[in-house]
Each structure stands twice: as structure tokens, then as C-alpha cells.
Nanobody, 115 residues
């Protein structure tokens, strides 16, 4: 089993920044890829940014140039640095890990962008 715990969400004004963290524990050796997803009210969950199995990164077009995904393997943690935030970025952000055991999700952290 893998446990994923997100943190760092909150309320921020348009144009502001937040950094989300996702700490992994448990059978982390089984994880091949990790990434961030989000779900806004009334919308489907969508990919925000993720590491591929080859170690490269993928970003949703809507966040390219504003968001950066990174990792600290020593801490079993991935991050999402979010800059120039817009009201449309308001959503619950989820961490996802995929491995031989299947897909694992964190509980989510709320990000609200509003003046």
C-alpha cells in the first residue's frame, strides 16, 4: 500500500503563488510515476503536471509556464510550484502515484484563487 498526503493549499489572490507538497509513504518502491491532478466544482478531474516513467515532465497547456513540478527523492515528496495564479486555477488538487499495485490518490488540498 502507498499513502499520499498533500499539503500547502489555501486562499490566494490572483497573481499570487502557492507551493503544494505530496509526501509518499508505504510501498513507495512500487511507484513508477507521480503527478498532480485537479478537480474544479462541476468539472472532471484533469491532469495538471506529472513525471513520466522516463523522468521527463508533462504539463496541461493551461498551466505551462506558470506551474512547475519537482521532486525530492530523499524526502519521498513531490511539489507543485504554482505562480501567476488565476481564478480558473481554483480546484481541489490531488496527488496521484501509479505503480505495479495500481493507482493511488491523496485526499486532496483545496486551492482557491480569489480577490
Amino acid at each position: 500500500q502507498v499513502q499520499l498526503v498533500e499539503s500547502g493549499g489555501g486562499l490566494v489572490q490572483p497573481g499570487g503563488s502557492l507551493r503544494l507538497s505530496c509526501a509518499a509513504s508505504g510501498s513507495i518502491f512500487s511507484i513508477n510515476t507521480m503527478g498532480w491532478y485537479r478537480q474544479a466544482p462541476g468539472k472532471q478531474r484533469e491532469l495538471v503536471a506529472a513525471f513520466t516513467r522516463g523522468g521527463s515532465t508533462n504539463y496541461a497547456n493551461s498551466v505551462k509556464g506558470r506551474f512547475t513540478i519537482s521532486r525530492d527523492d530523499a524526502k519521498n515528496t513531490i511539489y507543485l510550484q504554482m505562480n501567476s495564479l488565476k481564478p480558473d486555477d481554483t480546484a481541489v488538487y490531488y496527488c496521484r502515484g501509479v505503480g505495479v499495485g495500481g493507482a493511488y490518490w491523496g485526499q486532496g488540498t483545496q486551492v482557491t484563487v480569489s480577490s
